[in-house]
């Protein structure tokens, strides 16, 4: 199974409207059943209680539980510290820095970073779209 990265804010939070993504919940249930799924959030560095105590505002218990299952990662300064750039993986971020831009595209990797932008491009059903081509 190859592994997903995710970002919170602008990615399951629509963070311009204060609410859960629209289609979150579907989204949600389509990515933990088809990637090993990891946090990739400056709101989950290493534990996940504060991640999972913001994204209870927006989800139900039902999508809580499935977030439950979304491993964290440990990482410094950059997000791209956080991947295994070895592994098969995409990090879904809707505002990546320029340095860890650089940084993939140093590995020859930015066509594994899918740029999120809830406003546009079908939102999350978009990305669902373009992730269900690399799944397997």
Not at 36 to 60: H, I, P, Q, V
């Amino acid at each position: 199974m190859k592994t997903l990265y995710l970002d919170i804010d602008g990615v399951l939070v629509d963070s311009k409207e204060r609410k859960a993504a629209e289609n979150g919940k579907e989204f949600i249930n389509f990515i933990v059943n088809n990637f090993d799924c990891y946090w990739l959030s400056t709101r989950c560095k290493g534990e996940t209680e504060l991640a999972m105590n913001y994204l209870s505002m927006f989800y139900d218990s039902e999508t809580m539980e499935l977030l439950k299952t979304i491993n964290p990662t440990e990482w410094g300064a950059m997000k791209t510290d956080a991947i295994e750039m070895t592994d098969e993986w995409y990090w879904l971020d809707d505002a990546p820095l320029s340095f860890e831009v650089n940084i993939l595209k140093k590995y020859g990797l930015l066509n594994r970073l899918i740029v999120v932008d809830l406003s546009k491009d079908y939102g999350l059903n978009g990305v669902k779209l373009k992730l269900e081509k690399v799944k397997n």
